[in-house]
Structure formats: structure tokens, C-alpha cells
């Protein structure tokens, strides 16, 4: 680029595009912003998205590829948008969090496969510098970490595999070897040679380390490793811009790399856990699923369990009501069953309110978007800082499809997988109304107390159906 | 170093600090959303994915960069249409608020 200021009129192409780019980041700022405050979040999407077309349409300029190759441009492009438009538009509210880290995954498979082309066609005619190889080697490297890691945790939440942590023996050993490689391939490849064939070997041991990575970690704890991937891949992306010398790719991937740490930091706060905690909790414990039979475990011990009727009469005639609504909730697609029940008990004069846990749902907000789809009003849901004061007062609460949320465990319980995460009071309620399909333990795989509290019912069954019923007990009563 | 080396690494360091500063104050119930929205973002790496293919040389570097251009595309597609439809969800509660 030129270093001073051209006295024509005109701007060179090689201007013109930067120009653009510089257009384009800013509108990547700017989004970024609008994201982040409820008012503008939608406009900050389409801002982005707007950023995002005009970098596209740059990017095609100076290119020179042959009929052929465009028609192979033009192919892959139809592909994508077609899968990507067809999977965001079918996907189930409930199946958002893996469907996120599915587009994430496949973003830092592109990153590493853009590397190792580049790589694979400019060492053929020269050597290169050392900080193209670093980049290289950076973004196939974390690039393949990511996709290998978001399909784990896509297998995990779509639960084709258990949620809970899978470990073996000799795992930090078998990972301290693969990261050893690593490291060693690729001071090889900066200092000492130029070899194709062990880029790829490099892209293979990544992407085993990837999937190595994320076994251990449980489902619960998903949302923050998914944050974390989407931030590797904005790394990647963005050393691909050095690879590449792309500028926009290169502030892209690095809003997000920088946002993105920001943010799962901020999960993690949001659920009381260090990151280091959440990545390495699992490993080094000799048993798979360890916790799990802390405190007891369920067999053997009884619990108290009613009738929708009795229940129902129970609410109808309670003064204040919390309802405490958890994946379960979303699964059984129960959210407009909730929100009926609600308004039965309104009618009645009943207080009722809604109990949102900073991570209710699979991730932090998503109960927010699944009870806005069902009209529920705003000023209903509570946050958790907000309510936790009133569980005391409530003569009854509704756990409807929660459990680790309301799992006192988390308070008293230091061996407990979820020891440390702030929860809701539930137990500080006059009475407590657990609705459970089965004494199965919840997503983080540990029993819950509460179930065992001598002022708890349990309502077994599906949500939805539960829920059904209890509103038309409610309305008899 | 070259010129355009430092001028990429400013740029890099630049858009590091701005990456934290633009959403140092987000509430909770966004911290999905903006994930999902900034996932759309590293969606860039399309334009990368592009150029390559354009210049690829030999069956194998085509291939490759082909597969690049289809995982780009659903990236960055898949990223925006699905953050919208999240927020969409927000915006239904907006006249409510302001009857009152």
C-alpha cells in the first residue's frame, strides 16, 4: 500500500480494497456492539451480515480464476448456503446449542484447509518465511482442534453419545504425548524443513487432540467449551490472514478470538466455574462419571410422590407460586403448557413468577428465547440474583424439567462435579414440586438432594402431559 | 520485517483490544446470541476459502479448497440465519413493554 496520500482523484484497485475492508471491519465492530445490548441485537446481526457481503464481493476482485474453477466457486458456494440455510431454518429451538457449534466446528475446518492448501502451493515454487510457517502451522493446528472439538460436543448435546465425562486411565499421559508432537512437528517445520506430507500428519494429531479434549468434559458445561472453540476458530481465522496477508481476515478473526475469550470467561462466572475447572474437572479421576454416587445414591431411598389433582389443588390455593423451568421443560416442547398453567393460577389471584437460572436451558439465555416463543411477558422472568430472596415466601415452587439448577449439592457438597455453581433457593419454598420423567439424574449426571427433601412431591412423567393435567385440576378447583 | 508484516501485526493487536472492549458489558440472556452472532463472523474465512480455489494449482489443492468454500459458506450462512432466528424471538416482547 502506498504510504502517502495519491494527489489524483482516483483510487487504485489495491486501495479501493482495502478501503472496503476497512468498511467491512468496522460494520464487524459495530455489530459486534449492537450484539451485545438487548435493544439493538437483531440490527447488530444484519450489520455484521451486511460487513460480511461487502468483504465477500472484495475479496472476488483481482481474482482471475479460469471458467472452470468459477463454476466450481460458484458450486461450493450453492452447497453451503443450502445446507447452512436449511439446517439454521429446521433446526428445533432446543437443538440451538449444538447447531451453534456445528457452523463453528466447520468455520475452523475451513481456517486449517485454507492453510494447508496455501501452504501446499506456495512451498512448491520457494521457501517461505518464518512467520508464514508459524501461521500455517498455528491455524491447521487450532483450526482442527476446533472442528474436532464442536463435533464432539454437536454428538454430545444431540446426545448420540453420553453427556458425561468420559475418561480413561493414562489420558493426560496419552495427551501430553499428542501435544508433545505437535509442538516438535512444528518446530520442525518453522526451523528446519519443508514438508507437506507432515502438515498433514500435523492436521491429523489435532484433530485427534480435539476430540481427546472435549471426551472428558461434561454436557453440562458444553455451552463454555463451545464459547471457547469459537474463539480458537477466530484465532485460526485469523493467522490464516497471515498466512494469506488478508487484513480482514485477520481483524474478523481476532474480534472474535478476543470477544469470544471475553465471553466464555463470562460463562463460566455466569455458572461459577473457572475455565480451568471446566476443562480439566474430569481428568485424572480414575473412574468414569465420578460424583455420581456422592451423597447416595438413588436406589434404596424413598421419595414422596403425588397425584396431578392433589397438586393442582395445592397451587390453586397458594398465594405465591415460582416456577422453576429447566431443559426438560424445552424437550417435552412444554413451554405453552407452562405458560397456560401460569395464567390459570393468575386468574385465581395467585402470584406467579418464572425462576430463570443464568444456564436453564443448555445455555446461558436460552430459556429467555424459549418462554418469549411462548409469549410469556418479560417482566415475568426472573433472574436468578433477582428472585432468590423470594423463594422463602413462595408457598410453592414448580420444578418443571430442572435439576442441577436446584441441586443444593452445589452449596454444600465440595466432591460434587457442580460443587461451586450458584443456584436457586427451591428449597427455601414452603413446598416443592418436582416434575421429573424418571429419578434419572440431570444433565451434569449427579443425584439431586432436593428429590429426598421431606417437603417435596415428586409428579412423574412426561412435562408436557403433567402439565396438562395440572391445569385442568387447577381449573376444577 | 517486512512492512506489510507490521502493518498486519498492528492490525492483529488493534482488533484484539477493540474484540474486548465492544462487549465488556453484555447481560447474560445475550451471551448466546452474541456467541452465535460472532460465530457468523469468523465466517470470513470464506473470502480466503475463494481466493485459494482460485489460485489452486493440481486436483488435490482444488479439492481442498473447494471443501474449504462449502464449510465457509455453511459457516457463515448457517451463523446469521440462526442468530437471527434467536433474536427473533426477543423482539416479540418489545410492544408489550411499551404499552405500559
Given at each position: 500500500?502506498?504510504?502517502?496520500?495519491?494527489?489524483?482523484?482516483?483510487?487504485?484497485?489495491s486501495e479501493?480494497?482495502?478501503?472496503?475492508?476497512?468498511?467491512?471491519?468496522?460494520?464487524?465492530?459495530?455489530?459486534?456492539?449492537?450484539?451485545?445490548?438487548?435493544?439493538?441485537?437483531?440490527?447488530?446481526?444484519?450489520t455484521?451480515?451486511?460487513?460480511?457481503?461487502?468483504?465477500?464481493i472484495?475479496?472476488?476482485?483481482?481474482?482471475?480464476?479460469?471458467?472452470?474453477?468459477?463454476?466450481?466457486?460458484?458450486?461450493?458456494?450453492?452447497?453451503?448456503?443450502?445446507?447452512?440455510?436449511?439446517s439454521?431454518?429446521?433446526?428445533k429451538m432446543?437443538?440451538m446449542?449444538?447447531?451453534?457449534?456445528?457452523?463453528?466446528?466447520?468455520?475452523?475446518?475451513?481456517?486449517?484447509?485454507?492453510?494447508?492448501?496455501e501452504?501446499?502451493?506456495?512451498?512448491?515454487?520457494?521457501?517461505?518465511?518464518?512467520?508464514?510457517?508459524?501461521?500455517?502451522?498455528?491455524?491447521?493446528?487450532?483450526?482442527?482442534?476446533s472442528f474436532?472439538g464442536?463435533?464432539i460436543?454437536?454428538?454430545?448435546?444431540?446426545?448420540?453419545?453420553?453427556?458425561?465425562?468420559?475418561?480413561?486411565p493414562?489420558?493426560?499421559?496419552?495427551?501430553?504425548?499428542?501435544?508433545?508432537?505437535?509442538?516438535?512437528?512444528?518446530?520442525?517445520?518453522?526451523?528446519?524443513?519443508?514438508?507437506?506430507?507432515?502438515?498433514?500428519?500435523?492436521?491429523?494429531i489435532?484433530?485427534?487432540?480435539?476430540?481427546?479434549?472435549?471426551l472428558?468434559?461434561?454436557?453440562?458445561?458444553?455451552?463454555?467449551?463451545?464459547?471457547?472453540?469459537?474463539?480458537f476458530?477466530?484465532?485460526?481465522?485469523?493467522?490464516?490472514?497471515?498466512?494469506?496477508?488478508?487484513?480482514?481476515?485477520?481483524?474478523?478473526?481476532?474480534?472474535?478470538?478476543?470477544?469470544?475469550?471475553?465471553?466464555?470467561?463470562?460463562?463460566?462466572?455466569?455458572?461459577?466455574?473457572?475455565?480451568?475447572?471446566?476443562?480439566?474437572?474430569?481428568?485424572?479421576?480414575?473412574?468414569p462419571g465420578?460424583?455420581?454416587?456422592?451423597?447416595?445414591?438413588?436406589?434404596?431411598?424413598?421419595?414422596?410422590?403425588?397425584?396431578?389433582?392433589?397438586?393442582?389443588?395445592?397451587?390453586?390455593?397458594?398465594?405465591?407460586?415460582?416456577?422453576?423451568?429447566?431443559?426438560?421443560?424445552?424437550?417435552?416442547?412444554?413451554q405453552?403448557?407452562?405458560?397456560?398453567?401460569?395464567?390459570?393460577?393468575?386468574?385465581?389471584?395467585?402470584?406467579?413468577?418464572?425462576a430463570?437460572?443464568?444456564?436453564?436451558?443448555?445455555?446461558?439465555?436460552?430459556?429467555?428465547?424459549?418462554?418469549?416463543?411462548?409469549?410469556?411477558?418479560?417482566?415475568q422472568?426472573?433472574?436468578?440474583?433477582?428472585i432468590?430472596?423470594?423463594?422463602?415466601?413462595?408457598?410453592?415452587?414448580?420444578?418443571?424439567g430442572?435439576?442441577?439448577?436446584?441441586?443444593?449439592?452445589?452449596?454444600s457438597?465440595?466432591?460434587?462435579?457442580?460443587?461451586?455453581?450458584?443456584?436457586?433457593?427451591?428449597?427455601?419454598?414452603?413446598?416443592?414440586?418436582?416434575?421429573?420423567?424418571?429419578?434419572?439424574?440431570?444433565?451434569?449426571?449427579?443425584?439431586?438432594?432436593l428429590?429426598?427433601?421431606?417437603?417435596?412431591?415428586?409428579?412423574?412423567?412426561?412435562?408436557?402431559d403433567?402439565?396438562?393435567?395440572?391445569?385442568?385440576?387447577?381449573?376444577?378447583? | 520485517?517486512?512492512?506489510?508484516?507490521?502493518?498486519?501485526?498492528?492490525?492483529?493487536?488493534?482488533?484484539?483490544?477493540?474484540?474486548?472492549?465492544?462487549i465488556?458489558?453484555?447481560?447474560?440472556?445475550?451471551?448466546?446470541?452474541?456467541?452465535?452472532?460472532?460465530?457468523?463472523?469468523h465466517?470470513?474465512?470464506?473470502?480466503?476459502?475463494?481466493a485459494?480455489e482460485a489460485?489452486?494449482?493440481?486436483?488435490l489443492?482444488?479439492?481442498?479448497?473447494?471443501?474449504a468454500?462449502?464449510?465457509?459458506?455453511?459457516?457463515?450462512?448457517g451463523?446469521?440465519?440462526?442468530?437471527?432466528?434467536?433474536?427473533?424471538m426477543?423482539?416479540?416482547?418489545r410492544?408489550?413493554?411499551?404499552?405500559?
Amino acid at each position: 500500500m502506498s504510504s502517502y496520500i495519491v494527489a489524483t482523484s482516483g483510487l487504485t484497485q489495491s486501495e479501493g480494497v482495502h478501503l472496503a475492508y476497512l468498511v467491512a471491519s468496522v460494520l464487524f465492530i459495530l455489530g459486534l456492539k449492537q450484539l451485545s445490548s438487548p435493544k439493538g441485537a437483531r440490527k447488530g446481526n444484519i450489520t455484521a451480515a451486511v460487513g460480511m457481503i461487502i468483504a465477500l464481493i472484495t475479496g472476488l476482485i483481482g481474482l482471475h480464476p479460469s471458467s472452470g474453477r468459477v463454476i466450481l466457486m460458484v458450486v461450493g458456494v450453492a452447497v453451503g448456503l443450502l445446507v447452512g440455510t436449511l439446517s439454521a431454518r429446521k433446526v428445533k429451538m432446543t437443538a440451538m446449542p449444538q447447531m451453534v457449534a456445528a457452523f463453528n466446528g466447520v468455520g475452523g475446518g475451513a481456517a486449517a484447509l485454507v492453510s494447508v492448501e496455501e501452504y501446499m502451493r506456495l512451498v512448491a515454487h520457494s521457501s517461505q518465511g518464518v512467520v508464514f510457517v508459524i501461521t500455517v502451522v498455528f491455524s491447521v493446528v487450532v483450526g482442527s482442534i476446533s472442528f474436532a472439538g464442536s463435533v464432539i460436543a454437536f454428538t454430545k448435546l444431540q446426545e448420540l453419545m453420553t453427556g458425561r465425562p468420559i475418561t480413561y486411565p493414562g489420558q493426560q499421559a496419552v495427551n501430553g504425548v499428542v501435544v508433545v508432537a505437535i509442538l516438535s512437528i512444528g518446530v520442525y517445520l518453522v526451523g528446519f524443513g519443508t514438508s507437506v506430507a507432515l502438515v498433514v500428519v500435523l492436521l491429523a494429531i489435532a484433530l485427534f487432540l480435539g476430540v481427546a479434549f472435549v471426551l472428558p468434559i461434561g454436557g453440562a458445561d458444553m455451552p463454555v467449551v463451545i464459547s471457547m472453540l469459537n474463539a480458537f476458530t477466530g484465532l485460526a481465522v485469523a493467522a490464516t490472514g497471515f498466512v494469506l496477508g488478508n487484513t480482514v481476515l485477520i481483524v474478523g478473526g481476532t474480534l472474535v478470538g478476543a470477544s469470544g475469550t471475553l465471553l466464555t470467561k463470562m460463562m463460566g462466572d455466569s455458572m461459577g466455574r473457572s475455565l480451568g475447572n471446566v476443562l480439566f474437572a474430569a481428568v485424572g479421576k480414575a473412574a468414569p462419571g465420578a460424583g455420581a454416587s456422592t451423597a447416595g445414591s438413588a436406589e434404596g431411598r424413598s421419595v414422596r410422590s403425588g397425584t396431578p389433582d392433589d397438586i393442582g389443588v395445592m397451587l390453586a390455593y397458594s398465594q405465591k407460586v415460582i416456577i422453576v423451568p429447566g431443559y426438560g421443560l424445552a424437550v417435552a416442547q412444554a413451554q405453552h403448557v407452562a405458560k397456560e398453567l401460569a395464567s390459570a393460577l393468575e386468574k385465581r389471584g395467585v402470584d406467579v413468577a418464572y425462576a430463570i437460572h443464568p444456564v436453564a436451558g443448555r445455555m446461558p439465555g436460552h430459556m429467555n428465547v424459549l418462554l418469549a416463543e411462548a409469549d410469556v411477558p418479560y417482566e415475568q422472568l426472573k433472574e436468578m440474583d433477582e428472585i432468590n430472596d423470594q423463594f422463602k415466601l413462595a408457598d410453592a415452587v414448580l420444578i418443571v424439567g430442572a435439576n442441577d439448577v436446584v441441586n443444593p449439592a452445589a452449596r454444600s457438597d465440595a466432591s460434587s462435579p457442580i460443587y461451586g455453581m450458584p443456584i436457586l433457593n427451591a428449597d427455601e419454598a414452603k413446598n416443592i414440586i418436582f416434575m421429573k420423567r424418571s429419578m434419572r439424574p440431570g444433565f451434569a449426571g449427579v443425584d439431586n438432594e432436593l428429590m429426598f427433601d421431606p417437603k417435596t412431591i415428586m409428579l412423574f412423567g412426561d412435562a408436557k402431559d403433567s402439565l396438562t393435567k395440572l391445569v385442568a385440576s387447577v381449573k376444577a378447583a | 520485517m517486512s512492512n506489510a508484516l507490521i502493518e498486519y501485526i498492528t492490525v492483529f493487536v488493534l482488533a484484539g483490544f477493540v474484540g474486548i472492549e465492544v462487549i465488556s458489558k453484555v447481560p447474560t440472556i445475550l451471551h448466546t446470541p452474541l456467541m452465535s452472532g460472532s460465530n457468523a463472523i469468523h465466517g470470513i474465512i470464506l473470502v480466503g476459502a475463494l481466493a485459494v480455489e482460485a489460485n489452486a494449482h493440481g486436483t488435490l489443492q482444488v479439492v481442498l479448497g473447494f471443501l474449504a468454500i462449502i464449510l465457509a459458506t455453511i459457516n457463515v450462512v448457517g451463523g446469521f440465519v440462526v442468530t437471527d432466528r434467536m433474536l427473533e424471538m426477543f423482539k416479540s416482547r418489545r410492544p408489550e413493554q411499551s404499552k405500559q
